[in-house]
């Protein structure tokens, strides 16, 4: 299934890859994938998306369920809500018992790296999250660029062998992006910080906006780039993110706890008028925030 | 002071002008009513602003306090924190008996109005804000183009005499931004949900991101553009920020509160695993976030 080469391509190009789901991320990853492996098959079960990703010719063959044609592919990536993965992986072994080589793009990794360490040991498999949402969805909004620069973390498992780790690997360096390793936990730990908390606390801005709007239509005039950059979150794809949630509850909770203590703190402050502490508050967000954006992005 | 014609210029033509502080807003409206004044004069504490303010020409003239040249100036406008405004207010009896006309560009507007109304008979005043922040400040940032376009607020109050709010108008269509009248009350209420929650939750967020960094910095990492975005208002000048909320804090308090109450609600679905609670706000904001976005920015 591989040889002992080291250029990405060369991992790639012998195998039949099937992406299932064929929305922002799994149209992407076809696009970016175009041309490197042996043969690139879609797996989505909206028939006009099928039409489309033929029409827009990213994938050489399209299905609606992958028990059409598991039997010819190396390679699964499963492309679809958390959910949907892990209810996937578990229906593998009965469409394909000889086994492939397990990939995915789910935004949560503990309950998927679980199932796949579930399956038989003919099947090998490992977890990947290419960080790089954004609010649009659906194959309309996929660009061959969208991995570009962005990190790729990728989480072992029981299941994970070195060649699935190679290929991993070599589909990672196809679509642009910057491979890093960590544990399911960690991950699911640092996305429920840096992403499924901003998409809460996005939401519930939205929802508190909407609120007074209704009672004074004026708010919309009121309002500039602050709010819209602020709610952008909320306009991300519901039901993926109820998924995302539900297989992360811990983390979230523990992030979204502490977050509603820290707000009980400022709403503290501003009650007593306690300038100082209010001012010692908003002078470490604003340095925080500068401090970040050097230590992601660099200087200016 | 005024003559009875209709066009913009012909109201702000014939008179000398002060602008007092040349940081982000301060600056820009200099930019943007350059030439079209009698004499623009800018007022600065920070003598190198002042250098830069000249060197770039936006201004005839720069002075350190507006009591070297408050007698030969027949509209002041304030473009320094709320509560520099109010005091700055105050203060104007003292050094100019004679009254003149009196703006500002302060982010709350119900404390401000109420100093306006205490001023002698000979000045006229009405309150400004245009809704035009961005999370960068000082003169450096300053653009000509910062109102084009924007929501421009003016609030009338018991000192506002017809010439004044011509002039008012004059200048808001000179800068090319749209007036829009409003009780002060109504402002600082709508503001408070639209503009100081955001900035806020973003405040809270940056705060929250920061402290899961400090135990594991992959955290910058994992990161996205979500995050970026959820946390730009927490950039925003502090100094400003505060006197904001110091000067509204009724209103603030009560978004605060109201959204801490949203914020539980969502944490007991989480921690019961309730699916349809979930996905029924999850979806609502989804849905309020895209008739947001048509009702503020029209059709795609």
């Keep these: ?45 909206v028939a006009a998306s099928r039409a489309d990703a033929l029409k827009m010719g990213i994938v050489d063959e399209a299905f609606a369920r992958l028990a059409d044609v598991l039997a010819a592919v190396d390679l699964v990536v499963l492309a679809i809500p958390v959910e949907s993965i892990v209810s996937g992986i578990r229906a593998l072994p009965a469409i394909r018992a000889s086994g492939c080589m397990v990939f995915d793009l789910g935004s949560t990794k503990g309950q998927i790296g679980r199932a796949m360490e579930e399956l038989p040991a003919q099947f ?21 660029d969208l991995f570009l620069e962005q990190t790729f973390i990728l989480c072992r498992n029981a299941r994970t062998t070195p060649d699935v780790e190679a290929v991993a690997l070599a589909l990672v360096a196809q679509v642009g992006a910057r491979p890093l390793f960590m544990e399911a936990a960690d991950h699911d730990r640092l996305v429920a910080a840096s992403s499924h908390l901003p998409y809460t606390v996005a939401s519930l801005l939205m929802e508190r906006a909407w609120e007074e709007a209704s009672a004074d239509p004026r708010l919309w005039q009121v309002s500039s780039s602050g709010l819209r950059d602020t709610t952008r979150l909320a306009g991300s ?3 993926m993110m109820l998924e995302i949630m539900l297989t992360n509850q811990g983390p979230i909770l523990a992030q979204l706890e502490a977050y509603g203590q820290d707000l009980e703190t400022m709403l503290d402050a501003l009650r007593r008028q306690d300038r100082e502490a209010l001012r010692a508050m908003l002078e470490q967000a604003n340095q925080r925030r500068q401090a970040y954006l050097q230590a992601k992005y660099g200087p200016d």
Tied chains: 1, 2.
């Design 124 to 144: 090998a498999a490992i977890g990947g999250h290419p960080m790089c949402g954004r609010e649009s969805s659906g194959l309309p909004a996929a660009t061959a």
């Design 237 to 239: 794809n519901p039901e």
């Design 1 to 45: 299934m591989k040889s002992n080469v080291s250029e990405p391509w060369a991992e790639l190009a012998s195998l039949n890859v099937a992406i299932v789901g064929l929305g922002l991320m799994g149209g992407s990853l076809a696009m970016a994938l175009r041309g490197a492996t042996g043969s690139l098959i879609g797996i989505e079960r």
